[in-house]
């Protein structure tokens, strides 16, 4: 019998240009050498899940900030999904503001870079393994979770105004909400810094801050 082999894959989304996007690596090994994929790593026998999700993105990425991420699903039902041998995949998805990050090609990979999610779940895009199908599922889990949670402040900058929240929500639930309506939904996560800022012509906005609430 094969030897079962046990990976992590590992989705990175940010907001950029009021787009949705997700970080992806060119691969630089056979299989699917040059194929665009999420980074993604064997498991060591020595390490946790966690750690080796952490080693990941560092290895490939040249990320080290301790952002937030959670596990999101364990793929494994398709015994073919690496050409190679038998491979489970726990995959993990984190959030986080764009302007923190510092990402460079790492081992293995040919570049690394962000893509509007919308293109890479598009017919036209080819990646490598399942990882359509692992980045396909970690946007509905995002998408689901930002309307009952805190989540969303981890893709926003330590101090923001309230369109600029919202602007952000409208993009990962996919659709435009009522400003009333948002505003009461979050009154009680966030609170004012006492700051303004002036928009050109539009009158000044608060600046505000995430109140300090377990997600």
Request: hydrophobic letters at 40%; charged letters at 30%; proline letters at 3%.
């Amino acid at each position: 019998m094969s030897k079962i082999s046990l990976a992590v894959d590992f989705i990175l989304f940010t907001i950029e240009d009021n787009q949705l996007k997700v970080l992806l690596v060119k691969r630089a090994e056979e299989p699917y050498r040059e194929m665009l994929a999420l980074p993604g790593v064997a498991v060591k026998e020595e390490e946790t899940l966690i750690h080796a999700a952490r080693r990941c993105l560092k290895e490939e990425t040249g990320i080290k900030e301790n952002i937030y991420m959670e596990q999101l699903f364990t793929w494994g039902d398709d015994i073919h999904r690496d050409p190679r041998n038998r491979v489970v995949s726990v995959s993990y998805f984190a959030l986080v503001s764009r302007q923190i990050l510092k990402e460079h090609a790492g081992q293995r990979v040919l570049s690394v870079s962000f893509y509007d999610i919308d293109w890479v779940l598009s017919d036209i895009v080819p990646l490598a393994f399942d990882h359509k199908e692992i980045i396909s599922y970690g946007r509905e889990r995002l998408k689901n979770k930002v309307q009952y949670s805190t989540i969303i402040f981890h893709l926003m900058d330590e101090e923001f105004t309230l369109p600029q929240l919202q602007k952000v929500y409208e993009i990962l639930i996919g659709k435009e909400v009522f400003k009333a309506n948002f505003r009461n939904q979050v009154k009680d996560l966030v609170e004012d810094t006492g700051k303004i800022i002036k928009n050109g012509a539009y009158r000044p906005s608060k600046i505000y801050k995430r109140r300090k609430v377990k997600d």
